[in-house]
């Protein structure tokens, strides 16, 4: 209980971008759920947001910010969960730290000549893991 209490806290300021995000989007229909200790919130503007202001061609289905994950739609949630764990779980690992490590790997990505989104380490793990997981590529299910 308590080393679930300190990875709470080292978490949470990157759990509250997702937090702050869900908050601003309710009064536009999002909607909040938990599930396996990680806090889900999809539709309504959250899904605007991810369709209409992500850097990915395209949007974004899901992304993680700590222990909250927002999604397009509760599918999307379905289909993803897998992957975003995996982010879940880095960002119990980095902390505060995450969302610039983050955004670092993609640089670094970006700087070496690969996709920023595909190439960065944090993505690679999280598809190599939650693909290995479900049997079938992520990409193949959406």
Not at 6 to 33: D, E, H, K, M, S
Not at 41 to 47: D, E, F, P, Q, S
Not at 65 to 81: H, I
Request: contains cysteine.
């Amino acid at each position: 209980m308590f080393i679930a209490a300190l990875r709470t806290i080292w978490t949470f300021p990157t759990t509250a971008v997702g937090l702050g995000v869900g908050i601003l989007c309710l009064p536009i229909g999002a909607r909040w759920q938990f599930h396996t200790g990680v806090i889900e919130i999809h539709g309504g503007g959250v899904a605007w947001l991810l369709e209409n202001a992500m850097l990915l061609k395209g949007g974004a289905v899901a992304i993680t910010f700590g222990d909250c994950v927002l999604g397009r739609t509760q599918a999307a949630l379905d289909m993803t969960r897998e992957h975003e764990r995996v982010h879940v779980r880095q960002a119990h690992c980095w902390g505060p730290f995450f969302i610039p490590a983050y955004l670092l790997a993609s640089v670094v990505a970006w700087w070496r000549g690969q996709n920023a989104y595909r190439g960065n380490a944090f993505e690679i793990e999280a598809y190599r893991i939650s693909d290995a997981r479900s049997g079938t590529p992520l990409d193949d299910r959406l």
